[in-house]
């Protein structure tokens, strides 16, 4: 059992920055691939970044890509989400997730364990 909760959400404005940060309750966080997910109002939930256990492989999401950047401390039990250049339709409820499947994996049902998610408002 894995128990994740996520911070540093909050409201920005256009072209600010936030860091996200997850924390993984459990001894093998290291073994677990972790993904940032997001989904706003009326929408399904979409993927974002996910990096693997060691922290080798990354993967965005087209209309991230080059804004956004994960990272984790296996020492911390702890995965991160900087973001960069926020724009309007960054807004949305960003989750973290984790899933012992190795390598990397950008569908929501792919994933066992989720926090409560944190509220990310950019506005123009």
């Known amino acids: ?14 072209g600010g ?3 996200l940060s997850c924390a993984a309750s459990g001894r093998t966080f290291s073994s677990y691939t972790m993904g940032w997910f997001r989904q706003a ?8 970044a996910v990096i693997n256990g060691s922290g080798g492989r990354t993967y965005y999401a087209d209309s991230v890509k080059g804004r956004f950047t994960i990272s984790r401390d296996n020492a911390k039990n ?5 973001m960069n250049n926020l724009k309007p339709e960054d807004t949305a409820v960003y989750y973290c997730a ?3 499947y190795g390598g990397v994996w950008y569908n929501p049902p792919d994933y066992k364990y989720w926090g409560q998610g944190t509220q ?3 506005s123009s």
Not at 2 to 8: H, K, N, T
Not at 41 to 48: A, C, D, Q
Not at 78 to 82: A, E, I, N, R
């Open 98 to 100: 984790a899933t012992q």
């Open 17 to 19: 920055s936030l860091r």
């Open 78 to 82: 702890t995965v991160y989400l900087q």
């Open 1 to 14: 059992q894995v128990q994740l909760v996520e911070s540093g959400g909050g409201l920005v404005q256009l």
């Open 120 to 122: 990310v408002t950019v």
């Open 41 to 48: 109002p009326g929408k399904e939930r979409e993927f974002v």
